[in-house]
């Protein structure tokens, strides 16, 4: 069991930086993969990145490859987002999630429960 909890969403104006965090309980954070997905409103939830066990490997989406890095601290058992450079069309609800690896980006197997990040102009 992995319980996942996000922060660090807030308010910030075009251009600025936000760093999302995510802290698992459980001492099988390490097994899993992590990948970031946001949802705005009336949209679908997409992956945004995603991060390998060990954090030697990313994947970005193009909206947002450039701008965004993910890392972790699996000392810390926490996955951070850092994003820069944001742009209005970043607002959405971001959600960490943990998969195994090797599975499709919509299998996850424990989801936060999301954080909120407004971009304004």
């Known amino acids: 069991q992995v319980q996942l909890v996000e922060s660090g969403g807030g308010l910030v104006q075009a251009g600025g930086s936000l760093r999302l965090s995510c802290a698992a309980s459980?001492?099988?954070?390490?097994?899993?993969?992590i990948r970031w997905f946001r949802q705005a409103p009336g949209e679908e939830r997409t992956v945004v990145a995603g991060i390998t066990r060990s954090g030697d490997s990313t994947y970005y989406a193009d909206s947002v490859k450039g701008r965004f890095t993910a890392s972790r601290d699996n000392a810390k058992n926490t996955v951070y987002l850092q994003m820069n450079n944001l742009k209005p069309e970043d607002t959405a609800v971001y959600y960490c999630?943990?998969?195994?690896?090797?599975?499709?980006?919509?299998?996850?197997?424990?989801w936060g429960q999301g954080t909120q990040v407004t971009v304004s102009e």
């Open positions: 459980g001492r099988t954070f390490s097994s899993y993969t």
């Open positions: 999630a943990a998969a195994l690896p090797g599975t499709a980006w919509s299998i996850v197997a424990y």
